[in-house]
């Protein structure tokens, strides 16, 4: 892992762009003392510099915890296939046409998937390596890489999800077996993403302990308190 | 309002039962300056003095808020008519037969609340000429009476609502009218009470900040955490 820029913000948070290989990544740290971890991730690839995202990392780490995004492959700046190109021409299309959008979704948001899980895991192998982050390992966001995460990764503690994507049959199939704690984001009105298939995933979640928060506001409207409440989960269960 | 007894618990908080004509209640406070009111009350009447709700009150108290529980008509210990008294057998022969329990839910908890609003509304006069209670004013719990409280009492700014119990039919069309900031606590897999039924109300609901929580656990198997988020809410709303 190799920092390549670093600045002071003035919540006193220290912003750090890392690589790790091909991996691009984003760390947001405050203080010395070992801190738990939080992996976030967008839904859908988005780019880990997309300013809401930014705006959480570095609210949780004022808060005391460290966390850190990556660009996946074909995620925010990394190179995209001419497939995955395609793939995200047809959806545009096919969402202005009002057709259905579900193989679309499929065909490329099951691999990107299969590429962010291995991802995730060689950087949260890095960041426990580095001094000042202590464990244990939360995650929160991106769904069906969460999902399957949270599945074959067992130093993922507890888990955040935002409904709001599309998540591919296999990571449905596989909410059986997630157990971890989990907070589960809904946007009720969310325009995109059919509330019953949410409703659904929430109630297949393994879980013994799993928890929804639903909330007006459409797709991008999450009332900032939700950003709190994260934080306290996630202070139940790393602290 | 007549204080009938007084007694400082080891948390701190002051609790005074009262009369008020023929209403019995409860007032728990802390410190002396005035503090928003919180009205607490159970579903389908249970009494104010249930162990549940008094750990909330008593949560709430030591938290900066005045709260007060009544029992209206029928509830807690307050007498109860020869049909009321039928109505309720038939409840229990129904439920341990298994036959459908909607229509008798609706003979005894649709004149319950039309016979607990008014009093709640006496109760809130009260309260709000004692010294050191200074509004806002929220409410918590029963979700019948609630709604019909929302509608009609503009005092009210903030309410949180408890899924499990019957809402009769004519509250669930008055849910439309409610239009305070809401948070509605629901119980995944509440044994007595439909899910469906549970996300229609909060679907119908008019207010345009509504939450909704929900939790594992069965009916009555609420995480003590949302006590804590029950109060952030109040918070953001009465403070």
Redesign the interface.
């Known amino acids: 892992m190799r920092f390549t820029s670093e600045q002071r913000l003035d919540d006193g948070v220290l912003e750090r762009a890392f690589t790790l290989g091909e991996i691009p990544g984003t760390l947001w740290t405050s203080g010395s003392a070992p801190a738990p971890l939080i992996l976030m991730a967008h839904n859908n690839g988005l780019p880990r510099g997309e300013s809401r995202l930014v705006a959480r990392a570095r609210h949780a780490a004022a808060h005391g915890y460290a966390v850190a995004a990556i660009d996946a492959p074909g995620c925010g700046d990394r190179p995209r296939s001419a497939a995955e190109e395609q793939d995200r021409a047809d959806l545009r299309r096919a969402m202005r046409a009002g057709e259905p959008v579900d193989e679309i979704f499929e065909s490329f948001i099951g691999p990107l998937v299969d590429k962010a899980v291995p991802e995730w895991r060689t950087t949260l192998d890095a960041l426990l390596s580095l001094p000042g982050i202590g464990g244990p390992v939360g995650y929160s966001g991106w769904t069906a890489v969460g999902i399957r995460l949270a599945v074959v990764e067992p130093r993922i503690a507890a888990a955040g999800f935002f409904a709001g994507g599309y998540v591919p049959r296999a990571q449905r199939e596989e909410a059986r077996q997630v157990t971890i704690p989990l907070l589960f984001l809904l946007q009720?009105d969310d325009e995109g993403n059919p509330r019953q298939r949410a409703?659904d995933l929430?109630?297949a979640f393994g879980?013994?302990?799993?928890?929804?928060?639903?909330?007006?506001g459409g797709h991008t409207g999450t009332?900032w308190?939700e950003v709190?409440?994260g934080e306290?989960f996630f202070g139940?269960h790393l602290k």
């Not at 879980?207 to 007006?216: G, I, Q, R, V, W």
């Open positions: 009720w409703l929430f109630d879980s013994k302990e799993k928890t929804l928060h639903a909330n007006m009332p308190f709190e409440d306290r139940r």
